[in-house]
């Protein structure tokens, strides 16, 4: 979490300054084993680039203009503002985007739940934008799209057995992931028109 001066700008957030450390180098590497390897200048890649100073050429500013957010952005509760820049490209929407901010809100990035809401999220968002393909004149094809034709036209099945591959183990798992969510919303979409077909009979 930041802390923030009196003009809002974080005080060690996005600025040059480095937080106190709350306990010494010697403390560290006491009860850490192998903390502090990079210590020395010597050891490390970015040395003689890296330079703190701020009497570098064409910087003008300790800390950059902030960007308007004109919609709430998500971000981690771990961290106590935005970045002075952030991605505007796709605002979140619909339940999807209601999973994203929950996921946001209430669980660290140290949480599996953070991220297994995140995935369902993107799970929602994938068959979102499929069911609305097929209201337009070009449709998803699951057929094609899933890559089902190329398993039998480049040799997929060839390359995978007998080639000492790692992934092996979850290829069965990749078909429920991939063709098990269109089978479950073709399902759902079926007896969706069957109910209304019924009670257009009934009517």
Do not use: C
């Not at 060690?12 to 903390?35: F, N, V």
């Not at 971000?75 to 985007?97: C, K, M, Y």
């Not at 063709?179 to 069957?194: D, E, F, H, K, Q």
Request: avoid cysteine; glycine fraction near 10%.
């Amino acid at each position: 979490m930041s802390h923030s001066q009196s003009d809002g700008v974080p005080q060690y957030t996005y600025t040059p300054d480095k937080r106190p450390p709350a306990e010494t180098s010697e403390q560290l590497r006491a009860r850490i084993p192998g903390w502090g390897v990079d210590l020395d200048p010597t050891d490390r890649p970015q040395v003689p680039r890296e330079r703190l100073d701020l009497d570098l050429p064409g910087v003008r500013w300790r800390f950059p203009e902030r960007q308007p957010e004109h919609r709430p952005r998500e971000r981690s509760i771990e961290h106590g503002t935005l970045p002075p820049v952030f991605g505007t490209a796709q605002p979140l929407h619909g339940l999807s985007g209601a999973i994203r901010r929950r996921a946001y809100s209430r669980y660290s990035e140290a949480r599996a739940a953070h991220w297994l809401l995140l995935i369902v999220a993107d799970r929602v968002e994938a068959r979102g934008a499929a069911l609305r393909s097929f209201g337009t004149l070009r449709p998803d094809n699951p057929v094609t799209e899933t890559g089902i034709v190329a398993e039998v036209t480049h040799h997929g099945w060839r390359s995978r057995v007998g080639r000492g591959r790692t992934d092996v183990g979850h290829h069965g798992l990749d078909v429920v992931l991939v063709g098990g969510s269109w089978a479950a919303t073709g399902a759902v979409t079926y007896l969706l028109a069957r109910r209304v077909s019924r009670r257009v009979r009934r009517a």
